[in-house]
């Protein structure tokens, strides 16, 4: 009997002005998963920890069990057998990546188990798929970060094409996870098909500026390129003083704050762990005005992607 | 009485994705100006070569006019008189950035001539006050990498923000202007003022792959990151056998291919000159299949800006 516990990291798509093409991964929350082999073929969920019981027991309706069974399907390996025990380690429906970790996790996972048939890469499309279960589309700006770490650009879909962006130095997260909840599917609803020539062009720019200051580093560039007015403007409707608390963080001495994913959760960048963990404080503030709790999470980007924790392998 | 002469590169304006925003400058061809203090104040045009009679002899309807005036009147310095000969080495109206040429070398040459009293930088709204004369509005994209050199983003006008970007080692560029014309303000006229969300995803992940490509370098991701699905499909009308000589380009090595500007020259990136020359003669084989004559220009990317070629400078 092998096992193996694997922890995957939360995600922050879009990252203000690039809608579905761009995410980073955050040290802290992430999911773990934990997989064990039995005789038994086949993929089975037998427990999951901290989902409040609303997550999907039966592996072909699991983000993790279904990217687990692709993965075993596509190298040919249906007659492995194995558990699946999923630690739920950040909120549902939160906009922090939460379907992505843990399919990423499962993937991750369960190539290792397998002694590594392929290179962390390749996973991409088995992740994907678990996307598809949870938000009804195979996007890749959650899987793609929480798989390979660091900020990552999907240059394109079709076919797929995916890449790496040197995270700065110093750079720290922190994400507000406000308690109320947003559909992914709502969020998405609600936006428009068109978008003006004038603010496609403003976008264009600010992605430009965002990817130069990442390379460069440039800190004020970053800052400066940190500005979304295609999502932003119509997604911010559905948070509570949005704009309170994205002025909090910016007051705070963040180099920018925006919705991570489709929220309702909150991201800000800083240059340091301090700075951060005020940015976090002023921002939950906010929220407390109008009475609304959350979730605060500081920490520095993940740059590796997942990690085992533990493993128990016997070849 | 003293006197410069100044050299101010051609520029190719939107770079297929960059919509705009983005913009570099070529070592050939350009624009060159002589300037010749004189007692009385004021700026004169006193000769034009190369334009065929058809541009404004007025200082205040030239765009070099105009820039060195606005500049003059900026630094406080009206006192000065000057006479300006300007020396057109590429066509008009042609995608090519003749009046931004010609704007920046008239800018740069004063302020050399007047001991550079601004940095370099500094001139840019006086250059773009030309493009306002020549083209109805500001624009930044031909005159800012004509001023500083190499590719350059505007992330902003509001306020004003230009980046530099990193040019690759091994970059050379072939710019074919077939023998007819396009207005600029014809080839903006037919423009959408919407776009799709789904075109703008695609377009912002080219952007993004295209300054990643430019930075790191990765030639095969600037390859596929030159593609333009907003502008190109709509201008590429006003252009005969527009996708002939594109897949002429590409057959012959092309990174990619596509319009200069607002047309009717189209640009093509390559790795080296022998290849960026075969570029050239086959787009210009593929205009003359339909009787269109050309005229090819091939250089490596201009990464100083303008240059001075002569002065004659008491102090």
Do not use: W
């Not at 879009?14 to 761009?22: L, P, Q, R, S, T």
């Not at 993937?107 to 938000?135: D, H, Q, S, W």
């Not at 900020?151 to 507000?176: G, K, M, Q």
């Not at 301090?274 to 009475?291: C, D, K, N, P, Y």
């Amino acid at each position: 009997m092998n096992s193996i516990r694997v922890f995957a990291p939360a995600t922050v798509a879009n990252v203000a002005c690039g809608f579905d093409i761009f995410g980073f991964a955050v040290a802290n929350p992430g999911d773990q998963i934990t997989l064990t082999t039995r005789e038994e073929p086949g993929v089975s969920i037998t427990d999951i920890f901290g989902d409040e019981g609303r997550l999907p027991r039966e592996a072909e309706r699991n983000t993790a069990g279904i990217a687990i069974q692709t993965y075993l399907q596509h190298i040919g390996r249906t007659d492995v057998g194995i558990d699946v025990v999923l630690h739920k380690q950040m909120p549902l429906g939160s906009g922090l990546g939460s379907s992505a970790a843990s399919a990423v996790a499962g993937v991750y996972a369960i190539n290792e188990l397998l002694g590594r048939p392929l290179p962390t890469v390749k996973l991409l499309p088995f992740a994907m798929e678990g996307e598809r279960l949870a938000c009804g589309s195979a996007h890749a700006d959650n899987v793609a970060p929480s798989l390979l770490g660091g900020f990552v650009v999907i240059r394109s879909y079709n076919p797929l094409d995916v890449i790496r962006i040197e995270t700065p130095a110093s750079l720290f997260c922190t994400l507000v996870h406000p308690d109320i909840e947003v559909n992914t599917k709502d969020a998405r609803f609600i936006l428009k098909n068109e978008v003006s020539l004038k603010n496609t062009i403003i976008q264009m720019g600010n992605v430009a500026g965002l990817i130069a200051g990442l390379m460069t580093p440039d800190y004020d560039l970053i800052s400066r390129s940190l500005v979304d007015v295609i999502i932003e403007p119509v997604r911010a409707i559905l948070i509570p003083e949005f704009h309170e608390v994205k002025q909090a963080a910016l007051d705070n001495g963040a180099l920018g704050c925006s919705l991570s994913g489709s929220g309702p959760s909150m991201f800000a960048l800083s240059r340091d762990i301090q700075t951060a963990e005020r940015i976090g404080q002023a921002m939950q503030q906010a929220f407390l005005s109008v009475g609304i709790t959350s979730d605060a999470y500081v920490s520095d980007i993940n740059k590796q992607g997942p990690k085992v924790l533990e493993s128990s392998v016997l070849s």
